[in-house]
């Protein structure tokens, strides 16, 4: 089996993104959310990308075209019944999730592999809403899908050895390295990593140590990162940092993973990074 053919549920911010770079990549793509203007928003999205392409000579109007004709929109799950994978990217809720498994389960033909794009949730949970738990995968894209290079996959305590070939087959042919994940834990790899980096930086601010200014220069200088750890949690919102600290916790009652106030103060201010137009630093929305 080779998988030509994609489902990518849920056109936000993700599933815009992994449908972008599946279609560029050649894969025929069928694109879900639950109302057509998401899924409209979606494709204004990634024409106005291919646009900005365009004027920068990366790509040419008819690649355009053949690109966003492979991408085809819909708000029944039910056109999902002939793809060979599903790519899963709806809210981060695992009941909202399971339920989307549970639907897919009986639309999609017993081959399709599930893949989901959860950061945080068990696989092995998502995969037991399912009668094909062996074809259930953790398929972890970065943010943004087409630049970020990695994809995490992730087996859940039944995946077969064939669905994580297959995941990762399917990830390599969109141009990403694949790294398996080889247990069912919280936050994979990256999270796990660089959670801990996040919450010390935190607390160095809050010891009265460094200014995230500061915290920021250091980090890109001294471990030559591209973005110090302030910068990425705007970016990446503020909120979803503290979402999956307190996964982390809930998890493993570990009191190391217990947000700072001054994060959880962030959040009720409503600063959650670029996206609202102020976290740790202040940022100007689009178009101001
Ligand atoms: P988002 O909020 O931008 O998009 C989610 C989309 O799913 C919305 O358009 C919503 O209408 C749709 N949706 C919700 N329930 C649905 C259903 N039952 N059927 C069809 N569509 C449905 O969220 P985002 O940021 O794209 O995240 C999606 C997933 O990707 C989450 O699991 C998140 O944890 C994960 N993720 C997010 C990253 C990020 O930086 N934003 C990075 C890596 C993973």
Redesign the pocket.
């Known amino acids: 089996m080779t998988i030509r053919k994609i489902g990518v549920?849920?056109?936000?911010?993700?599933?815009?993104?992994i449908a972008h770079l599946a279609a560029a990549k050649g894969f025929e793509v069928v694109l879900?959310?639950?109302?057509q203007r998401?899924v409209e928003?979606?494709i204004n999205r990634i024409a106005a990308f291919m646009d900005k392409s365009i004027e920068k000579q990366k790509m040419t109007v008819a690649e355009k075209e053949v690109a966003l004709k492979r991408i085809s929109i819909t708000?029944r799950?039910e056109d999902f019944a002939s793809v060979d994978m599903v790519i899963?990217?709806?809210?981060?809720?695992i009941e909202?999730?399971k339920?989307?498994f549970e639907?897919l389960d009986k639309i999609c033909s017993p081959e399709t592999i599930f893949g989901?794009?959860?950061?945080?949730?068990s696989i092995t949970a998502l995969a037991a809403a399912t009668s094909r738990p062996d074809k259930v995968v953790g398929l972890?894209?970065?943010?943004?899908?087409l630049i970020m290079r990695l994809v995490e996959v992730i087996r859940g305590y039944y995946t077969s050895d064939e669905t994580l070939k297959l995941a990762s087959e399917a990830a390599q042919m969109m141009g990403k390295t694949p790294v398996v994940v080889k247990k069912d834990t919280p936050g994979f790899i990256v999270n796990r990593v660089m959670m801990p980096q996040f919450l010390e930086a935190i607390r160095i601010v809050e010891e009265g140590i460094a200014t995230p200014e500061d915290v920021d220069t250091a980090v890109k200088l001294g471990l030559n990162y591209p973005m110090g750890p302030f910068e990425l949690m705007d970016y990446?919102?503020v909120d979803?940092a503290v979402h999956v600290a307190d996964y982390f916790f809930s998890e493993s009652k570990d009191t190391k993973w217990n947000a700072p106030q001054t994060v959880k103060a962030l959040i009720r201010a409503g600063r959650l990074g670029k996206k609202t137009g102020a976290g740790w630093y202040e940022h100007k929305k689009k178009g101001e």
Request: net charge negative; charged share 15%.
């Open positions: 549920l849920g056109a936000g911010a993700m599933g815009g993104g879900c959310d639950v109302e998401f928003g979606a708000t799950m899963e990217a709806i809210f981060e809720d909202v999730k339920s989307a639907k989901s794009n959860t950061s945080s949730m972890h894209f970065f943010n943004p899908p990446t919102g979803i």
